[in-house]
């Protein structure tokens, strides 16, 4: 099963994507997750990619292509993967499409006023990327409570230490929303014309939104 998380940065998909992945037994694969570790282990690609990340821009699409397109040819994607953050433009989109094949896009959701208090609160594990939330949302219908780690500050899945992203300042949220309705949403038309895609509308935390999005894509898939 291969499939594309789509939603403006915040939305959740990146939780969603690693809940769901481990719950089909496939791999989430985040470009954003592999260029911020490339950049901690300051790797030749690390460097590149940092150059671009600390301004909230893309990094060149030849660069970002060649890394997915090796990442995708590994063991562990033969059943399928779910990307996440990716693609981000035109370009990518069509050397997806003739690397692989996409089963569904699944497209997240949410108002941007949540979206840019969520992200302003999110954490992440330095080195796994597991993501955390320290915000506490119950407004129009949407519940969103903290997701903490058991033991402040560290993370559950790893060990490692819980930490704000650099690239989590309100300048580069508000930048980063700016261009996913700019780059992305075209990518978004093209899919809809395909009818590849399912919207799921943010609601509630991981727990409520994990089996409504498993739902949404044994039902999509069945179609
Ligand atoms: P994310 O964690 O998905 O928000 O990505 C963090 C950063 O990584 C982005 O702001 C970009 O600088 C870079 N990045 C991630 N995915 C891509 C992509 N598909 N194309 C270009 N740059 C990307």
């Not at 989430?28 to 592999?34: A, K, L, N």
């Not at 901690?40 to 990619?49: P, R």
Request: proline share 6%; charged share 30%; hydrophobic share 35%.
């Amino acid at each position: 099963m291969r499939l594309v998380f789509f939603g403006p940065p915040g939305c959740g998909k990146g939780t969603y994507a690693s809940r769901v992945g481990a719950r089909l037994g496939i791999p989430q694969i985040s470009t954003g997750d592999m260029f911020r570790s490339e950049a901690a282990a300051n790797t030749e690609l690390g460097k590149l990619a940092q150059l671009y990340m600390k301004d909230g821009k893309l990094v060149p699409d030849d660069v970002t292509i060649s890394m997915l397109r090796e990442r995708i040819q590994k063991d562990d994607c033969k059943k399928g993967f779910i990307l996440d953050g990716f693609p981000r433009t035109i370009a990518q989109m069509h050397v997806l499409e003739r690397i692989t094949h996409i089963d569904l896009v699944i497209n997240f959701s949410l108002d941007e006023e949540i979206i840019m208090e969520k992200a302003l609160a999110r954490r992440c594990c330095e080195k796994c990327g597991d993501i955390y939330n320290v915000a506490d949302i119950n407004r129009n219908g949407i519940h969103m409570p903290p997701l903490l780690p058991k033991k402040e500050g560290i993370c559950d899945k790893c060990g490692s230490r819980v930490i704000q992203r650099k690239d989590d300042t309100y300048e580069i949220i508000k930048g980063r929303q700016d261009l996913y309705w700019k780059q992305s949403e075209p990518l978004l038309a093209y899919y809809k014309k395909k009818e590849m895609v399912k919207d799921v509308p943010v609601i509630g935390p991981p727990d409520v939104m994990v089996p409504m999005i498993i739902d949404v894509i044994n039902k999509g898939i069945k179609e």
